[in-house]
Nanobody, 121 residues
Framework: QVQVAESGGGLVQAGGSLRLSCAAS??????MGWFRQAPGKQREFLVA????????YYADSVKGRFTISRDNAKNTVYLQMNSLKPEDTAVYYC????????????????WGQGTQVTVSS
């Protein structure tokens, strides 16, 4: 059984940076990504990585500010968030797909419980 768990959320001032981590267990080299959901809004795709890290996919809304990376020795992906804005305030979710290639056509198979990121103005 695959499980993913996020960590690293918190409160940060606008313009600041934060790094989220997501550790996976139960399977290695799986495609993993990040989503977020702000109050009253739908869950939004942010970024994803293939299992070997060779391919990454970014939503236009975060391109240039957010970066996904992974350490396969630790079976962990990271979301580096820079130049944070108050509108980035949301619960951030890690997600994984069973295979090694990320597909935007199907929903993730596994979800973390989410971690709150709050950006103050």
């Amino acid at each position: 059984q695959v499980q993913v768990a996020e960590s690293g959320g918190g409160l940060v001032q606008a313009g600041g940076s934060l790094r989220l981590s997501c550790a996976a267990s139960g399977r290695r080299f799986i495609a993993m990504g990040w989503f977020r959901q702000a109050p009253g809004k739908q869950r939004e795709f942010l970024v994803a990585s293939s299992g070997n890290g060779g391919s990454t996919y970014y939503a236009d809304s975060v391109k240039g500010r957010f970066t996904i990376s992974r350490d396969n020795a630790k079976n962990t992906v990271y979301l580096q968030m820079n130049s944070l804005k108050p509108e980035d305030t949301a619960v951030y979710y890690c997600a994984a797909q069973y295979g090694s290639r990320w597909s935007a056509e199907v929903p993730p198979d596994y979800w973390g419980q989410g971690t709150q990121v709050t950006v103050s103005s």
